[in-house]
């Protein structure tokens, strides 16, 4: 069993485990093997130690965490981008990741209503996220869960090669 909370700095190195372990599961074949390879913990973890310091930051971090310490993880704040229709204020789920070896047994879907309910508390009325046009497998998870391609596209640079992503968007 799991429990979802507020992430804290005891728990970034096993974030950053998890974001980098999970990177390289979910984007293999996807993303160029050269940048997979290139990710290491350390430079996450001290990327993710510097955002947590930031008095700026808009953003929060919600960790799931089971018998062997933190397991998934999720980021979430304001949406980055213009985004128009809707009802009102849009967060974003800037990020979200589990072990790759825990896929598919719930925290995920508990750590994606976790953020769901922060981002209701602080007033918004619906979610955006963006995601890999190939990876399939995201895209069927948030479609699971109620998001849907908003016809907005971005691109990305990955080692040399060129991946485009789609923004997805669901009510609150």
């Keep these: ?49 510097q955002r947590l310091l930031d008095p700026g930051r808009e953003s929060w971090d919600l960790v ?16 980055r981008g213009e985004v128009s229709g809707g009802t009102g204020p849009v967060g974003e789920v800037y990020a979200l990741y589990v072990a790759p070896d825990l896929i598919g047994t ?4 508990r750590l994606l209503g976790e953020a769901h309910a922060a981002m209701r508390l602080r007033g918004f009325k619906g979610s955006a996220l963006w995601v890999l046009e190939d990876n399939l497998r995201a895209r069927r998870f ?21 991946l485009s992503e789609l923004r997805y968007r669901r009510a609150l």
Excluded: H, K, N
């Design 142 to 162: 948030y479609e699971r869960a109620g998001y849907g391609p908003d016809g907005a596209t971005q691109d990305d640079v990955y080692a040399g090669v060129t």
């Design 106 to 109: 719930g925290i995920g879907r």
């Design 1 to 49: 069993m799991v429990r979802v909370r507020e992430m804290d700095a005891a728990d970034v190195e096993a974030v950053s485990a998890v974001r980098v372990r999970g990177w390289q599961a979910a984007y293999a074949g996807i993303v160029p093997q050269a940048y997979l390879d290139a990710m290491t913990v350390e430079d996450d973890a001290d990327r993710r130690r």
């Design 64 to 79: 799931a965490v089971g018998d062997r310490g933190p397991v998934g993880w999720v980021c979430c704040g304001p949406s």
